[in-house]
């Protein structure tokens, strides 16, 4: 049997939150953290901070997980089938900079990988795919009250509303990838 091999990928796909519901249902996904990346102001950003749009930071996750149960392009399939990356700086009612389909690579192999992956699906959608694909250079951990925020607030309105329904299509869509 092999071992794990530990890796990690960043995305952002709109509000954390949605994305971060995603990829802790995935095989392989170790943990996943809500943070802030690709920024330009210097020191540790706020959530009030980032959602002004002024700093540039996008809200994003950070997926650990072992690439010999799940590929960073499989990683990436579920992320452009669980949000919209055709819209510039909007995801549904989330609109601005902060809310950017992003995918920031740790290394010239996952930016690669990336490429590929969004010149395969582009095809599928109506529109062009605008995602970003930047190389990473802070990541910075969101507030504690942000971790983990679908499982400890499912009976909130935007969990219902936003993130069940981005769960039932990660259902139907990828079942066999699921825990």
Partial sequence: MKGKQIEVATVGGGCFWCVEAVFLQLKGVEKVVSGYSGGTVPGVPTYREICSGLTGHAEVVQITFDANSISFETILTVFFT??????????????????????????????????????????????EIVTEISQLDKFFEAEEYHQNYYENNKTQGYCSVVINPKLQKLRQMHADKLK
């Fill in 82 to 127: 669980s949000h919209d990356p055709t819209t510039l700086n909007r995801q549904g009612a989330d609109v601005g900079t902060q809310y950017r389909s992003v995918i920031f690579y740790h290394n010239e192999a996952q930016k690669a990988i990336a490429e590929h992956v969004i010149e395969k699906l582009n095809p599928y959608f109506d529109d």
